[in-house]
């Protein structure tokens, strides 16, 4: 009879302290999930134009994302849609935006393009954006 007490309270020990780890996993990815990505949401600016051929057709499933000016951290960035129109979110700030055909597997069909018309990334202009903003760039790619 006391061996089956001790068992009882050791498991029912261990159990308190796995619930307790259970319930902090829980929490912590929580607050990790409740950070937003990329959404179109109050206090962020947006970037949004269309690529197209020189034909002026517009080319889907290009890749089109802005990078921090002084950092180069990634800020945001999406695909083109079956018209060559994009649209991301970005917080207030100043960025590299690149079209990048080779980022979307189509790098032998088309060249990449940072704003500035330049494939150079040191030669790229600086896009500033502030908050409430639509900045519109339109790409036109040529072959590469």
Known sequence: MKA???VSAN???????LSRI???IIIAAGFMGAQPSNVHA????TISGVI???GGAGIAGIWVYANDFATDAG??????DNSGAYS???PAGSYRVRACPSCSGQGSTYA??????TPIRDNAADVIVQTGETYTQNFTLEPG
């Open 4 to 6: 089956t007490v001790h």
């Open 11 to 17: 498991i029912r020990h261990r159990l308190v302290h």
């Open 22 to 24: 259970f319930l902090s």
């Open 42 to 45: 109050e206090g962020n600016a």
């Open 52 to 54: 197209t051929d020189s």
């Open 75 to 80: 800020a945001g960035g999406a695909s083109t």
């Open 88 to 90: 991301f979110a970005v």
């Open 112 to 117: 990449n393009q940072y704003v500035g018309g």
